[in-house]
Nanobody
Framework: QVQLVESGGGLVQAGGSLRLACTAS????????MAWFREAPGKGREFVAA????????NYPDSVKGRFTISRDNSRAQVYLQMNSLKPEDTAIYYC??????????????WGQGTQVSVSS
């Protein structure tokens, strides 16, 4: 099992940017996919972005397409989520995940503790 630790969350005004980072406890090998999910109060866990070991990202959901970008550095065992043009509806706890990959949370077996992102209007 791989331990994942997120960082970079915080409070930002609408239109601002944040960059989240997730560090794995060890380097991973293909086909370990790393992803970001988020969970807003009263809502289920939502897929945000995922990236294959090769660096190819999965399709972004419409809610973040064009604003969020996922990337990874396998040598550092890290994955990043650059979030631009943030909106109040982006407010949520953001979780880093790792595993075989996909768009569903059940496709991942490693999870971080989450980092809070709050966007004020």
């Amino acid at each position: 099992q791989v331990q994942l630790v997120e960082s970079g969350g915080g409070l930002v005004q609408a239109g601002g940017s944040l960059r989240l980072a997730c560090t794995a406890s060890r380097r991973t090998i293909a086909p370990y996919v790393m992803a970001w999910f988020r969970e807003a109060p009263g809502k289920g866990r939502e897929f945000v972005a995922a990236i294959r070991w090769s660096g190819e990202s999965l399709n972004y959901p419409d809610s973040v397409k064009g604003r969020f970008t996922i990337s990874r550095d396998n040598s550092r065992a890290q994955v990043y989520l650059q979030m631009n043009s943030l909106k109040p509806e982006d407010t949520a706890i953001y979780y880093c995940a790792g595993g075989p990959g996909g768009y569903m949370s059940r496709s991942y077996h490693d999870w971080g503790q989450g980092t809070q992102v709050s966007v004020s209007s």
